[in-house]
Nanobody
Framework: QVQLVESGGGLVQAGGSLRLSCAAS????????VGWYRQAPGKQRELVAG???????NYADSVKGRFTISRENAKSTVYLQMNSLKLEDTAVYYC?????????WGQGTQVTVSS
């Protein structure tokens, strides 16, 4: 079992930045592939960015060039650096960790971008 705790969300003006953190409860977190997802009101949850255990990354087209996912295995933490935030980035952001058939979700952190 892995517990995930997201933090770093908040209210920010358009064009601003936030860094989200996803902290895991287990030191073997390094073997997990991790993804950041988001869900806006009335919309489906979508993948924003992902990082494999080997450090390969992928991004949704809507955030390429603005968001960066990274991991610090020594701290069992994955980050999502979000720059040049737009109104449409407003959503609850969730962290997901996968290994084999196991999949774990955090509770989510709210990101609100204002004009």
């Amino acid at each position: 079992q892995v517990q995930l705790v997201e933090s770093g969300g908040g209210l920010v003006q358009a064009g601003g930045s936030l860094r989200l953190s996803c902290a895991a409860s287990r030191s073997i977190f390094s073997i997990y592939a991790v993804g950041w997802y988001r869900q806006a009101p009335g919309k489906q949850r979508e993948l924003v960015a992902g990082i494999t255990s080997g450090g390969s990354t992928n991004y949704a087209d809507s955030v390429k060039g603005r968001f960066t996912i990274s991991r610090e295995n020594a701290k069992s933490t994955v980050y999502l650096q979000m720059n040049s935030l737009k109104l449409e980035d407003t959503a609850v952001y969730y962290c997901n960790a996968k290994y084999g058939s196991a999949s774990y979700w955090g509770q989510g952190t709210q990101v609100t971008v204002s004009s």
